[in-house]
């Protein structure tokens, strides 16, 4: 599923554990002795969790039934089936698993319904969508997009074969710059499937040009910073049957349209409410298939329990207000192609470590609580070594576990990855914090924060977990004032990576800027004195499927889950765990 953990076997670090200074000054005890002497860390492992395969029952999708209602359809790469991968006359699902594979549901119910494209282990894939067929030959093709920005076109022509998508082309860079993007089908009337993409700035409309290569012409600026609104943007095809692709969008007053117009420079009409705050129950809307083969665009939505419904489309800009019950158990899907929240990627489970140095891994659930404890390693002593748990630092998805070894103060990637280069930085000795939020200056790659007594630092990632750039002081001393600083993601709903600090005032919030001389805007108080009755705050991610990062927190009676709201705060408390989890010293 995920990064190994090696063994420590740089001397620098069994050093730290050993305590033997006198040896690592002379050289005289070599990489492999330190991992094999007695009282070093053991090997420690990221248990390679196998998801739990999600229930689903469709009745209409049998043979008989599919495209058993009759509809005004018309013909265009709108209204076509634009994830149809086998060819039945209903669209399928695409979605990342949280062990990272990519799969392909025919959510037929059959035991042989999932099909792994693209392995766990390389897909690199934050956000993906099913726009349909953009190279023109006749069968619909899979957009993924990495953590970095590289915008990947995979090819249907190998459909449902097993790692089928597995190979990509390249057709852009830089796509970082934007939250959010979705695929509406035909905006333009041009008969191919077009692009739209948000920012802080706005949204912007990419027209679909036929080209497998360069798949989208240049963009155009079609909304102001009001589309920032919408927790949810969902590319819907055409739910009108007018020929044009049609978007959905939420926001906290409910659900609405925005029908296609036809022209690029003003691609929608205005927005018409389909849906009221009901909507707001759900962490994820997917549209932009006809998932019951009747011929119409549906919307299916799922909710915080892992519980996935259907709304059967009408054909005419309307669905059924009766909504089905299609399946359970859907908490373990991390990201739908077609989903309409921002996509959360770089952590999503924690690490635990007992003071008698035996680490734990928990994989989150995808509906606000972690799953059974997985023994990761033993022999991480704390008065020698601190593990500090990270968001990813490669497109790999994957969190990261840094070392901080008290002896020498360096801090070092344990993954496999960086099994012959496990230096990260040179750190200092006097750090008393380390925080990997994930990218603070914009350039998709995860980074670090390392705080002592006179300052806050930045470290800027290059992708490649296994060095990081020199560091920047951003800071000074009064960040001292907190005893906690933590954050894993965006809390505020714009794609930019947060944190949340604690002092004995209260909770403040420090909102992303993405610019790296000054990452963080002006502390926002979120939280009063409440807040300290805890004894440790945890960043653990996304844990129930919202795209929003969320905030755990110990006390001496138990463990509970803050979710975040997308907006820089948190909803009410759920206790998630009782007392024994003040058995561990440390909480990634």
């Not at 190979?167 to 077009?194: E, H, I, M, R």
């Not at 209260?506 to 963080?520: K, V």
Request: include cysteine; hydrophobic fraction near 30%.
């Amino acid at each position: 599923m995920s990064n190994t953990i090696r063994r420590k076997g740089r001397r620098t670090v069994a050093c730290a554990v050993l305590g033997c200074a006198g040896l690592l000054a002379t050289g005289a005890l070599s990489g492999t002795a330190a991992a094999d002497a007695p009282g070093a860390p053991g090997p420690v492992k990221r248990p390679a969790v196998t998801a739990k395969t999600s229930q689903v029952s469709l009745p209409a999708r049998s043979s008989k039934k599919l495209r058993g209602k009759t509809a005004k359809i018309a013909t265009s790469a709108a209204t076509t089936h634009p994830s149809d991968f086998d060819g039945d006359g209903a669209d399928d699902l695409v979605y990342r698993y949280s062990n990272g594979d990519i799969v392909i549901d025919l959510l037929n119910g059959a035991s042989n319904r999932l099909t792994t494209v693209i392995e766990g282990d390389t897909s690199q894939v934050k956000d993906l969508l099913t726009p349909g067929d953009l190279n023109g030959d006749g069968k619909p093709d899979l957009l993924t997009l990495t953590a970095s920005g590289s915008l990947r076109l995979h090819s249907g022509a190998n459909g449902l074969q097993t790692d089928g998508f597995q190979s990509y082309t390249t057709v852009g860079t830089g796509w970082q710059q934007y939250n959010k993007l979705f695929a509406p089908g035909d905006l333009n009337g041009d008969g191919k499937p077009d692009l739209l993409a948000r920012s802080s700035a706005g949204l912007f409309f990419y027209p679909g040009t036929g080209s497998g290569s360069a798949p989208f012409g240049a963009r155009v600026q079609v909304g102001g910073a009001g589309w920032n609104q919408f927790n949810q943007l969902v590319g819907v095809g055409d739910f009108n049957s007018d020929g044009i692709g049609d978007i959905v969008v939420r926001n906290s007053s409910g659900l609405w349209l925005y029908t296609g117009s036809g022209k690029a420079a003003t691609p929608f009409a205005a927005k018409t409410q389909i849906g009221g705050t009901g909507w707001n129950q759900y962490n994820q809307i997917l549209g932009g298939g006809d998932y019951d083969g009747n011929g119409t665009q549906d919307l299916l939505a799922r909710g915080y329990d892992g519980t996935l419904y259907l709304y059967d489309g009408n054909g005419n800009g309307t669905f059924d207000p009766t909504r089905m019950k299609v399946g359970t158990g859907w908490g373990w899907e991390r990201q739908f192609a077609g989903a309409g929240a921002n996509p959360f990627f770089g952590k999503d489970g924690i690490y635990a470590n007992t003071s008698n140095g035996t680490l734990y891994y928990y994989d989150a659930t995808g509906t606000g609580n972690l799953d059974t404890k997985y023994e990761a390693g033993t022999g991480f002593d704390r008065s020698a070594i601190r593990l500090y748990e990270v968001s990813s630092l490669t497109d790999s998805g994957f969190s990261d576990l840094i070392g901080k070894g008290l002896y020498d103060g360096h801090l070092y990637n344990l993954a496999n990855y960086a099994i012959d280069d496990d230096m990260l930085a040179a750190g200092s000795t006097s750090y008393n914090l380390v925080v990997g939020p994930g990218d603070l200056n914009g350039d998709g790659k995860g980074d670090l924060l390392a705080r002592n007594s006179s300052a806050l630092y930045y470290y800027g990632g290059n992708g490649n977990g296994l060095s990081m750039k020199g560091r920047v002081q951003i800071g000074g001393s009064g960040w001292n004032q907190y005893n906690q600083i933590v954050g894993t993601g965006d809390l505020t709903g714009d794609g930019k990576a947060d944190i949340v600090a604690r002092s004995s005032a209260g909770l403040f919030l420090y909102a992303g800027t993405g610019n790296a001389s000054s990452p963080f805007g002006a502390k926002k108080k979120i939280g009063g004195t409440g807040w300290s009755q805890y004894n440790k705050l945890i960043a653990p991610g996304d844990m129930n499927g919202d795209g929003v990062a969320d905030l755990l927190a110990r006390s001496s009676k138990g463990l509970y889950f803050y979710a975040g709201t997308g907006t820089g705060t948190f909803k009410a408390r759920v206790q998630i765990g009782g007392a024994g989890w003040s058995q561990y010293a440390d909480l990634g």
